[in-house]
């Protein structure tokens, strides 16, 4: 199938720096990346839509200027954290779509960032 | 909206029995359903699918298969391992979505 990378897989920053995850898609184009936040023990939470070189769309509740989406290409998209605090430690994972083979419906998935800010 | 409705675990289970992880869902029109394993410390991976009623996912000895009737896509597996000990998400994309709809997850512990 195909294959979604991420870097870096384990980050532990200060609080108050910035963040950079990278995910890419190895191959295969994609128009369309997803961004998600798993919290332990529980679901993902899809925090934004990131389109090849339009702006990201962000679901209810994200904040925008805090999380910075940029999909400069059609196998890389970013996500940056802005001001990192405790509370954004979490893990990252991003997924890509349209799948290979006329698949639409198939997400692939990153093997995620783990983050910690101190 | 669309939902998805796992049941809640830790399943924990004897290497080589019967696994059997309940599904149920709520959507309009007809869904695509996935099931989805994350090991611990990785990401999600697709484990396996159904595009339409009574079409049967397969992969790595895990089967589910599309119920329309109860709007069911139990995962099931013959004999555990493990190497199975994960956790397992249930999912659906529908209106040609690429975004699914995840259940909460269960957990799969499964001891020598």
């Known amino acids: 199938g195909a294959v979604v990378s991420q870097h870096p897989s384990r980050v532990i920053c200060k609080s108050g720096t910035s963040v950079k995850i990278e995910c890419r898609s190895l191959d295969f184009q994609a128009t369309t990346m997803f961004w998600y936040r798993q919290f332990p023990k529980k679901s993902l939470m899809l925090m934004a839509t990131s389109n090849e070189g339009s702006k990201a769309t962000y679901e209810q509740g994200v904040e925008k200027d805090k999380f910075l989406i940029n999909h400069a290409s059609l196998t890389l998209s970013t996500l940056t954290v802005t001001s990192a605090h405790p509370e954004d430690s979490s893990f990252y994972i991003c997924s890509a779509g349209p799948g290979a083979g006329g698949q639409k419906e198939t997400q692939y998935f990153g093997p995620g960032t783990r983050l910690l800010v101190l | 909206g669309d939902s998805v409705t796992q049941m809640e675990g830790p399943v924990t289970l004897s290497e080589e029995a019967f696994l059997t992880i309940n599904c149920t869902y709520t959507?309009?029109?007809?869904?695509?359903l996935f099931w989805y394993v994350q090991y611990p410390g990785e990401g999600l991976q697709l484990l396996l699918k159904?595009?339409?009623?009574?079409d049967k996912g397969s992969n790595k000895g895990f089967e589910a298969t599309y119920r329309k009737e109860t709007t069911s896509f139990h995962l099931e597996k013959g004999s555990v391992q493990v190497s199975d000990s994960a956790v397992y998400f249930c999912a659906l994309a529908s209106g040609g979505s690429y975004i699914p709809t995840f259940g909460r997850g269960t957990s799969l512990i499964v001891h020598p």
């Open positions: 959507a309009t029109g007809y869904p695509s």
């Open positions: 159904a595009t339409k009623a009574d």
